[in-house]
């Protein structure tokens, strides 16, 4: 079993559309929960990250994290043709140093 | 926009040739990282390095090798290349420490090199 899994999609929707995406783990000691976004032909960069339970919110991006069932989501609002791209969610422990990935899903938004 | 430059963004060769990939950063970060990324798949780490003269393997098994004599810069080696080593390269820099605000364990990505062997 993977530690981190996620729907690899690909997810098409019309613009303005609210989009979720969601990883759940199985590790109990990831405590740091990270959403990257990667353009094609690109490095993955940093969107958001969450500390331990609960949510936070950035501009049209909201970050959901429930320790409780290893689940957590990102939520785009009023998504944009430039939203297209592959999400992928990322956690570590305590220390940081070990990230593991999701292996990202695949976005698209439609015009 | 992150200052950390990965050389040759596209590279294709012919099998028992061997190959270096180049990664730089200018951000003075202390952390190095390889991963490999082959497509719908995960990142997979193959090797960092948590500063200069210290390199560990990561946890795919990966033929390659990496040096890390200056802090800036962190190539991998491929020895003799065959097709299982066609993928995409990224490497990453990150400068892990938890300040008053919070996390800042944020890994920097070059854009890549995509490597195929023929």
């Known amino acids: 079993q993977k530690e981190v899994e996620q729907d690899p999609g690909p997810l098409s929707v019309p613009e303005g559309a609210i989009v979720s995406l969601n990883c759940t783990y199985s590790?109990?000691?990831?405590?740091?929960f990270m959403w990257y976004r990667q353009y094609s032909r690109k490095g993955p960069e940093l969107l958001m990250y969450?500390?331990?339970?609960g949510n936070k919110e950035d501009g049209r991006f909201t970050a959901q994290v429930d320790k409780s069932s290893k689940y957590i989501s990102l939520f785009i609002r009023d998504s944009q043709p430039s939203d297209s791209a592959t999400y992928l969610c990322?956690?570590?422990?305590?220390?940081?140093?070990?990230?593991?990935f999701g292996s990202g899903t695949r976005l698209s938004i439609r015009p | 926009e992150a200052d950390i430059y990965q050389t040759p963004r596209y590279l294709v060769i012919g099998t028992g040739k061997k190959i270096t990939l180049e990664c730089s950063q200018t951000?003075?970060?202390?952390?190095m990282y390889w991963y490999q990324q082959d497509p719908g798949m995960e990142l997979h780490l193959i090797h960092y390095?948590?500063?200069?003269?210290?390199?560990e393997k990561g946890d795919l098994s990966s033929e390659s090798t990496v040096s890390r004599i200056r802090t800036e810069h962190f190539p991998l080696t491929l020895e003799s290349a065959r097709p299982s080593h066609t993928s995409q390269y990224l490497c990453?820099?990150?400068?892990?420490?938890f300040g008053a605000g919070g996390y800042t364990g944020e890994l920097f990505f070059g854009e890549g090199s995509r490597l195929t062997v023929l």
């Open positions: 990453a820099s990150s400068e892990s420490r």
């Open positions: 590790n109990s000691a990831f405590q740091y």
């Open positions: 969450t500390y331990s339970s």
């Open positions: 990322a956690m570590s422990g305590s220390s940081a140093s070990k990230i593991i």
């Open positions: 951000m003075g970060h202390d952390k």
């Open positions: 390095s948590y500063g200069v003269n210290s390199t």
